[in-house]
T-cell receptor
Framework: AQSVTQLGSHVSVSEGALVLLRCNYSSSVPPYLFWYVQYPNQGLQLLLKYTTGATLVKGINGFEAEFKKSETSFHLTKPSAHMSDAAEYFCAVAYGNNRLAFGKGNQVVVIP | EAEVAQSPRYKITEKSQAVAFWCDPISGHATLYWYRQILGQGPELLVQFQDESVVDDSQLPKDRFSAERLKGVDSTLKIQPAELGDSAMYLC?????????????FGPGTRLTVL
């Protein structure tokens, strides 16, 4: 069965520092992987997705993620954190009829 | 930019009462999803529609939850009777089709509190 693991429910990062959120997946077929962001009391917004092709995927708001099949990982990074990056981030893997299995999420806190 | 609409945004009810949530997907999107998100966790799929047909309701508690999409456009999710454990965010999403590369677009959600 497809599943996603996100470690560390809360992540604190200083403004201007690197943001790194880890995602490992389990999939019996080539995975389609997604990162979503959720601001308080709002729905989820797509940051980026990997389907096929280039393993380094660039998304909105300066985020990018790299698909590494050998490590079954799809970690999300941003070189320099901004206060507006404070939100919850979810990694997800698609399977079946476009069902999404989500990780538990990372709550990112940006320290001024 | 087209968005998924949901109402109400917030709902407070007492246990054993009935509640209903409404979702209007992005125009032209054939696939509609209802998710439940418990505080501190990721969303979990409750039901998936393709046009007006249910294609996956394996995680829907059918003794108390029901969902419909009669004309293949907007959808309603109902809970009757509500229980304390149903307190959560209910998210609606839509996508152009059921292809695994199709992006799911989410609405703002309905925050349900059961007292």
């Amino acid at each position: 069965a497809q599943s996603v693991t996100q470690l560390g429910s809360h992540v604190s990062v200083s403004e201007g520092a690197l943001v790194l959120l880890r995602c490992n997946y389990s999939s019996s077929v080539p995975p389609y992987l997604f990162w979503y962001v959720q601001y308080p009391n709002q729905g989820l917004q797509l940051l980026l997705k990997y389907t096929t092709g280039a393993t380094l995927v660039k998304g909105i708001n300066g985020f990018e993620a790299e698909f590494k099949k050998s490590e079954t990982s799809f970690h999300l990074t941003k070189p320099s954190a901004h206060m507006s990056d404070a939100a919850e981030y979810f990694c997800a893997v698609a399977y079946g009829n476009n069902r999404l299995a989500f990780g538990k999420g990372n709550q990112v806190v940006v320290i001024p | 930019e087209a968005e998924v609409a949901q109402s109400p945004r917030y709902k407070i009810t007492e246990k054993s009462q009935a509640v209903a949530f409404w979702c209007d997907p992005i125009s032209g999107h054939a696939t509609l999803y209802w998710y439940r998100q418990i505080l501190g966790q990721g969303p979990e799929l409750l039901v998936q529609f393709q046009d007006e047909s249910v294609v996956d309701d394996s995680q829907l508690p059918k003794d108390r939850f029901s969902a419909e999409r009669l004309k293949g456009v907007d959808s309603t999710l109902k809970i009757q009777p509500a229980e304390l454990g149903d307190s959560a965010m209910y998210l609606c999403a839509s996508s152009f089709s059921r292809g695994q590369t199709d992006t799911q677009y989410f609405g703002p959600g309905t925050r349900l509190t059961v007292l």
